[in-house]
């Protein structure tokens, strides 16, 4: 028996709406739903009520019981959500005997359903009139050459029953993978044991989840409220509402259209990024290609030093004043003009904010630069919006002053620091060698330091106010601006810095490196690790930890072969930061060095590299029928049209046949989850050996 796609780890609604929409983006497959489920209720006396949960089963597939052994599949099960309307009466029985049958996969005696299941429990009411019975059935459905993942259907069940209530009728969609398949991709059916559990999978989304986006958007806009091109335009803008107007509900009505006008102006620019990015492999293009990334660096230097005030970024006054005197007519038009002002004249603040969150939403899912947009908009607006509603609450706002060209100071550092993350991918993309890894920290060492001795008023710049005392905010930001300078110092020397390893060069990139010469084990694998001949691009490319590897497919699988070693394939990137961080956190934990050391070929496949291939070499894409003339871009073709995945980083246990040995996993920084990853595909390895 075999598993044709990964278990599925418990997920809201929410996410799973966002898996199916990003589905949708790349192609339609054909999905397998063979199992129906039926929800309703009987009377069996005043109080008591029995649920009746029916699943009805296609033709050869069949259903897992609730009594399955730990060693075997998922059997089915239901949870209910508590509440205090109903207590239930004992457990879910089965009303109807199922079979037992030996499965040859698992190696022991397993109860299933054929056909029809259908599961029974009682629950006693607990206050009177009528009430909903809510749960979740997780279950999972194989046939005789393949199952599918574990899927979880959520159910409502109206107590007392009536004509309309008594029965619901679920026939979700089954969940789809976070890579999703695209048309004319090869999906490899992927024969998995029984200890392939969630923990494989949920790390998928761990590091991209929607919600943390929002929620890191939404203090961003928070951020931007506070900007000195944005904070003095409370007062003003609230007063545009209040002036002249009688009519307090149309007031505040104008206010909210104000509102709504700013996140939807944010977000439309959000959804042209989406539909803009819907390329499989345009997160590659934006995170690595030297032109979009000099641009960054460059306007990220420019309002850097704007903000250090150099010079004052104005939006041109011919277009202001046009959108003001709209906004001048009044009515619901005239506060959409007002919110369009408002973003127009904060851009010279709010620019580099948007922008970085543009880059860092638009390399990840095509949903995510709306949900960023949107996160960050409802937080800007919310300010407004709110005072507007309670025009006394202005008076309790600290007055513009000194303390908000320190604020865009503090902006221009952080902003500039940032700015050299664009120059080094750059530099890591195309092998140039000029922006290393400890240059690149002594960098930020210098700008926080500095920036340290602002906060403390040693330093001044032109606009600035005199600072006759130092405030206890400004001194916790001082404390932590020299503190962090401190944690980076080592780095300089060659320690690993594991807190921001996603944001830094890799270790490869260090000139002096002192663990070297100390033989710091955090560093190498003692031994090292067998390899077949020298690697193929070793001068550009090496694996951290002091691990040996390959780098180019066909060498490193006939390594494989030669060793009778399992293969992990490693899609990473030069500007993929959760790469990085899984290296730094989980890949230095010594039970996984071992395994990768001992256990496995590693072939690491750069996504995003710009080295130009021999002509021989080049490929011609099943997915997309371009030719592919670039390391990069030649491996993400094959992540994308093999794995049907194109994020990174990506972990992919192979055969020597290339054939999954275990469900892929991406980011998840738990070091046990990976370990247990690891050797499953070491025992499947094994298994088909044998």
């Not at 199952?147 to 409502?156: D, Q, V």
């Not at 509900?249 to 989406?274: D, E, K, N, P, W």
């Not at 706002?397 to 902003?415: A, E, H």
């Not at 002509?615 to 099943?622: F, V």
């Amino acid at each position: 028996m075999s598993f044709h796609k990964p278990r599925q780890m418990k997920r809201t609604a929410f996410v799973l709406v966002v898996t199916l929409l990003l589905n949708a983006t790349q192609g339609t497959a054909q999905i397998a739903d063979p199992v129906t489920w039926k929800f309703s209720a009987e009377k069996i006396n005043e109080s008591e009520y029995a649920l009746l949960l029916t699943a009805s089963i296609d033709q050869g597939w069949h259903l897992y019981s609730q009594d399955i052994p730990p060693a075997g599949p998922i059997p089915t099960t239901f949870t209910f959500h508590p509440s205090d309307s109903y207590e239930r009466i004992g457990e879910v029985v089965e009303t109807i005997d199922p079979e037992v049958k030996y499965d040859e996969s698992f190696k022991m005696d397993l109860k299933m359903f054929s056909v029809q299941a259908v599961f029974r429990q009682v629950i006693r009411s607990l206050v009177p009139g009528s009430f909903e019975v809510n749960g979740t059935v997780e279950f999972m459905s194989c046939d005789d050459e393949r199952c599918l993942p574990p899927r979880e259907e959520a159910f409502s069940i109206m107590i007392p029953p009536g004509d309309d209530s008594a029965e619901e009728e679920a026939t979700g969609e089954e969940p789809v993978s976070s890579s999703g398949d695209a048309p004319g991709m090869m999906t490899s059916t992927v024969e998995l044991s029984a200890g392939d559990t969630e923990a494989g999978s949920r790390g998928n989304f761990q590091g991209k989840s929607l919600w943390g986006l929002f929620f890191v958007a939404f203090l961003l806009g928070f951020a931007g409220v506070l900007t000195p091109c944005v904070y003095p335009m409370i007062p003003m803008t609230v007063t545009f509402f209040m002036r002249g107007s009688e009519n307090r509900r149309r007031a505040l009505f104008q206010a909210l259209v104000f509102g709504f006008s700013i996140v939807a102006i944010y977000t439309l620019i959000g959804l042209v990024i989406s539909l803009t990015s819907a390329g499989a492999n345009f997160a590659n293009v934006l995170s690595t290609h030297w032109i979009p990334n000099l641009i960054f660096f460059l306007l990220f230097l420019i309002f850097a030093a704007s903000f250090l005030g150099m010079f004052e970024i104005i939006i041109p006054g011919s277009l202001t004043s046009k959108v003001d005197r709209q906004a001048d007519r009044g009515g619901f038009l005239g506060a959409f003009f007002m919110a369009l002002t408002l973003t127009l004249v904060s851009f010279s603040c709010t620019g580099p904010i948007v922008g970085y969150l543009l880059v860092q939403a638009a390399t990840g899912e095509v949903l995510e630069p709306l949900v960023g947009m949107l996160g960050f908009s409802v937080a800007f607006a919310l300010p407004f919006t709110l005072l507007a509603f309670s025009p006394s609450l202005l008076k309790s706002l600290p007055k513009s002053g000194g303390w908000l060209n320190s604020v865009k100071v503090v902006m221009g550092f952080l902003i500039l620091a940032f700015g050299f993350k664009f120059l080094s991918n750059i530099d890591q993309a195309y092998h140039l060698g000029i922006l290393s890894r400890d240059l690149y920290l002594a960098i930020w060492i210098v700008l926080f330091t500095i920036l340290g001795f602002y906060l403390l008023g040693k330093i001044r710049f032109a606009h600035d106010s005199d600072v006759p005392f130092i405030g206890v905010p400004r001194l916790f930001l001082a404390v932590a601006s020299f503190s962090f300078a401190l944690y980076m110092v080592p780095g300089l020397f060659g320690a690993p810095l594991s807190g921001i390893s996603g944001i830094l060069p890799p270790q490869k990139a260090q000139q002096f490196d002192l663990t070297e010469y100390t033989g710091d084990t955090g560093k190498q694998v003692a031994g090292g690790s067998m390899l077949c001949d020298v690697p193929r691009y070793s001068d550009l490319f090496s694996l951290p930890h002091g691990l040996q590897g390959y780098f180019d497919y066909e060498q490193g699988m006939a390594c494989a072969r030669e060793l009778n070693k399992p293969v992990l394939l490693d899609f990473k990137g030069h500007a993929c930061s959760n790469c990085k961080e899984m290296e730094a956190k989980v890949w230095s934990d010594p039970g996984v060095l071992q395994r990768l050391k001992d256990d496995y070929v590693i072939i690491a496949l750069y996504t995003d590299d710009k080295t130009k291939l021999p002509e021989d070499e080049w490929i011609t894409s099943e997915y997309d029928g371009k030719v592919k003339d670039r390391i990069g871009k030649k491996n993400a073709d094959l992540q994308i049209t093999r794995f049907g995945a194109n994020t990174q980083p990506f972990y992919a246990p192979v055969d020597h046949n290339g054939e999954l040995l275990t469900t892929p996993i991406g980011y998840n920084l738990d070091a046990e989850a990976f370990r247990n990853f690891l050797d499953r595909g070491v025992a499947e390895f094994e298994r088909r050996s044998h």
